[in-house]
């Protein structure tokens, strides 16, 4: 009998896109990895290498790469990995090459701003008749493209699905955990990248180690608030999804949010660099979701009000610090 999800695609060939790919094909599925630039793409074949997005990790050599989206159309489940704010375009597209039915795994981190979507219901919406997922965790795209060992989960409302894709793509180096709770391990993701962006605040303002861990609890606790009234389970928030990849984008420059808060508070401004932040993107619709529901989330307000110019860094740090001290929750 062939294996189940003997074929799986990747719509994105990003970094995330690629490490995945080569983690999926050292699991021995067979890849195929979209992206939408023809010769990107081209190059790719050519190098079996993503210099753009991954530079000096060599594609494996069951990673397929192409730029026809038709192409994903047999694989017997998709990875959705591109940025957040891109994902509604791209599972539309697919709309009209997966099979009834296919597993469609988002592994972008945010939530949708104009909708206040979460992504597995923006794949829902653009894609109705795949079933979605997400994987989300601690996790950069470098260590996993170099076989260090890492551990995410994988969630599914179908439990049963959830375990059969995590047992699918995952090897010993790269652990897949599985959950039902798709609500948690997407808030998660989404929210810790706005927290990072604090930290890094911190870190560039050399406000030193005890801040640093006071922001990363504290950050948490904002977390934990906005999860918990979405419904999501504590345990998810507390694992790796959550306060896994919180403490691991709140502790590296290695980590875009951690780096462009990095710049900020060294008064350097918005990163030159152009690399994807999605903390940046996901403020302001996680500030204005928490508000509309009266969560409490001082530090991702704070972020928010900087990246909008609306308060400098100074003024942000002050306003944290004079907030009326309270019992601890
Ligand atoms: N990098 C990491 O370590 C991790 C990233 N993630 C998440 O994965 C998601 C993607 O990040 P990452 O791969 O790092 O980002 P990158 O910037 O490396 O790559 C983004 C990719 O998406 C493509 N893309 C952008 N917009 C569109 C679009 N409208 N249609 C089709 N393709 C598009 C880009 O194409 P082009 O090159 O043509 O611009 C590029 O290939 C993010 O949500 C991120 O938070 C999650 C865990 C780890
Ligand atoms: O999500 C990530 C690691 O889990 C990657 O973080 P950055 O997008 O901040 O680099």
Request: a negative charge; charged letters at 15%.
């Given at each position: 009998m062939p294996?189940?999800f003997?074929t799986?695609g990747?719509?994105?060939a990003?970094?995330w896109g690629?490490a995945?790919?080569n983690?999926a094909a050292r699991?021995?599925r067979?890849?195929?990895?979209w ?5 990107a793409?081209?190059?790719?074949r050519?190098?079996r290498a993503?210099e753009?997005?991954l530079p000096?990790?060599?594609l ?7 730029a026809?989206?038709?192409d ?5 489940a998709?990875?959705l990995?591109?940025p ?7 599972a539309?597209?697919?709309t009209?090459h997966l099979r009834?039915?296919t ?8 939530i949708e701003?104009g909708?206040?979507?979460?992504m597995t219901?923006?794949l829902a919406q653009?894609?109705p ?6 994987l989300s965790?601690p996790?950069f795209?470098?260590d996993?493209a170099a076989g260090?060992?890492t551990a995410v ?15 699918a793509l995952?090897?010993s180096?790269f652990r897949?955990?599985h959950?039902?709770d798709?609500r948690?391990?997407e808030?998660?993701g989404a929210a810790?990248n706005v927290?990072a962006i604090?930290a890094?605040i911190v870190g ?6 005890s801040?640093?861990a006071?922001l ?12 918990k ?8 928030l507390?694992?790796l999804?959550?306060l ?5 984008t ?5 980590s875009?949010?951690y780096s462009l808060?990095?710049?900020l ?11 994807l ?14 508000g509309?529901r ?10 928010e009000a ?5 308060s400098?860094?100074e003024q ?7 907030r009326p001290?309270?019992a601890?929750?």
């Open positions: 294996a189940r003997a799986i990747v719509a994105g990003g970094a690629t995945l790919a983690a699991a021995g067979s890849v195929v990895l992206g939408r630039d023809p010769q793409i081209q190059a790719m050519r190098s993503n753009a997005h000096g990790v060599e494996a050599a069951a990673v397929a790469p192409t026809d989206l038709a994903l159309g047999d694989c017997d998709v990875l990995v591109v957040a704010q891109a994902s509604r375009e791209v539309g597209a697919l009209h009834e039915g597993p469609l795994v988002t592994c972008a981190k945010g701003r909708t206040e979507l979460f219901q923006v653009a894609c008749h795949a079933v979605p997922a997400i965790g996790s795209a470098a996993v260090l060992p989960t994988l969630a599914a409302r179908d439990a049963g699905l959830a375990e059969a894709l995590a047992a995952g090897s180096s897949l955990y959950s039902d798709v948690g391990v808030i998660g810790k927290l604090a890094g560039g303002r050399r406000l030193g180690a801040a640093g006071a990363v609890a504290r950050g948490f606790a904002e977390l934990m608030r906005f999860g009234a979405f419904g999501a389970r504590a345990e998810t507390t694992g999804s959550g896994g990849d919180l403490i691991l709140c502790s590296t420059p290695q875009r949010n808060g990095l710049s508070g060294r008064g350097e401004g918005l990163h030159p660099s152009g690399q932040a999605e903390g940046a993107l996901t403020a302001g619709v996680l500030v204005a979701m928490a509309e009266g969560i409490d989330m001082p530090i991702a307000a704070a972020v900087v990246l909008a110019g609306r400098d860094i942000a740090i002050g306003s944290l610090l004079a001290q309270k601890e929750a």
